[in-house]
């Protein structure tokens, strides 16, 4: 089983860097995965106010991810 941290999950789902992209991709669809709440708080955190990605959009983003 692989913990994923927070950066895995947001170059996975935002797919903003092609040298990560396909290694996160992997990580996340090969593989167990374990993610503390604590990482998906960070990742909301991120999304919400450095993406300005809309509440709406990340609970479904992660209910999709889950």
């Given at each position: 089983?692989?913990?994923?941290?927070?950066?895995v999950?947001?170059?996975y789902l935002l797919e903003d860097s092609e040298k990560?992209?396909?290694?996160?991709?992997?990580?996340?669809?090969q593989n167990s995965v374990y993610i503390k709440n604590e990482?998906?708080?960070e990742v909301v955190y991120v999304l919400n106010k450095t993406y300005k990605v809309?509440?709406?959009s990340?609970?479904?983003?992660?209910?999709?991810l889950l």
């Open positions: 089983m692989l913990y994923l941290d927070t950066n999950i947001l170059r990560f992209k396909e290694k996160s991709k992997e990580y996340i669809e990482v998906l708080a809309p509440k709406d990340i609970k479904t983003i992660l209910q999709d």
